[in-house]
């Protein structure tokens, strides 16, 4: 199952999976100049879950409007997202000795247990700030060939100078191919650390600037330790506070992200 988003791949990625043999059935592959992404596409899975069980398909697949973004589904329907991608595919490059620079570059919204995987593997992860942009740049400045972000962009320097969601999808088929297993064993390489992110609009001076603030952060950090971390930015396109926590225990994480949201509520009332 592929799911074009009415994009830019919407002939060549069922076409490329035909011609590899693959039984395919395709969504999205109707642009009409309007219906990018509508509904459909790594950015709106939800109807390619669906279909994937509907059709009793393998795997699905999905592509976003520009075809640089990959997200998939096993055939349970349930999502893998592009940490988990990214593990596969430089497990397997570690493997063959493809891998380069030793590990994967990603950025701060990678989840921790990614780095688990990697770490025990001998596998470094270097996270750069979030955008695809500041992956790439580190990648080319220090030699990595591999990079990606949790949201699906995936960059692989060996076939193209930036992410290309069609040319992962292949990389992560060859795996499955070369394992014959279930994508729903295949394709979840770590379990992930629960995550928590909160927004938080505030008006007026940056709250992250004041002292109850900056606190609260310091004895959240210093309650999750080695266990979690604490990512705290200021959006760049709109009046937020963004607030994400990650760790082992879920309870702890989550009331360490609420002591700081709610210091930063009160600054900003």
Not at 153 to 164: E, K, L, P, Y
Not at 178 to 188: A, D, G, L
Not at 192 to 216: C, E, M
Request: net charge negative; glycine share 12%; proline share 3%.
């Amino acid at each position: 199952m592929v799911d074009c988003a009415n994009g830019a791949a919407y002939k060549v990625a069922p076409t490329v999976l035909w011609e590899l043999e693959a039984e395919v059935v395709s969504m999205g592959v109707t642009p009409d100049g309007f219906n990018i992404n509508e509904g459909c596409g790594s950015t709106a899975t939800e109807a390619m879950c669906a279909r994937v069980v509907k059709e009793g398909a393998d795997l699905g697949i999905a592509l976003d409007g520009d075809a640089d973004r990959l997200i998939m589904c096993d055939e349970k329907g349930e999502l893998i997202d592009g940490d988990q991608l990214m593990a596969l595919i430089a497990a397997s490059w570690a493997e063959r000795g493809q891998l380069q620079g030793g590990g994967l570059v990603a950025t701060v919204m990678s989840n921790m247990g990614l780095e688990k995987f990697l770490n025990e593997r001998g596998l470094d992860l270097v996270r750069t700030a979030v955008g695809d942009r500041y992956v790439v740049e580190h990648m080319r400045a220090n030699g990595y060939n591999l990079g990606g972000e949790q949201s699906g962009h995936m960059v692989m320097s060996d076939f193209a100078t930036t992410g290309d969601g069609l040319i992962a999808a292949l990389q992560v088929l060859s795996v499955i191919v070369e394992q014959k297993k279930p994508v729903s064993e295949i394709c979840r390489s770590f379990d992930p650390y629960p995550q928590i992110l909160k927004n938080v609009r505030f008006s007026g001076t940056d709250p992250l600037n004041a002292d109850r603030v900056q606190d609260a952060i310091a004895a959240g950090e210093e309650k999750l330790g080695d266990s979690g971390r604490l990512l705290i930015r200021k959006s760049g396109t709109e009046p937020l506070i963004r607030v994400m926590g990650e760790g082992v225990d879920v309870d702890l994480v989550t009331a360490v992200v609420d002591d700081i949201v709610g210091e930063v509520e009160q600054v900003s009332s």
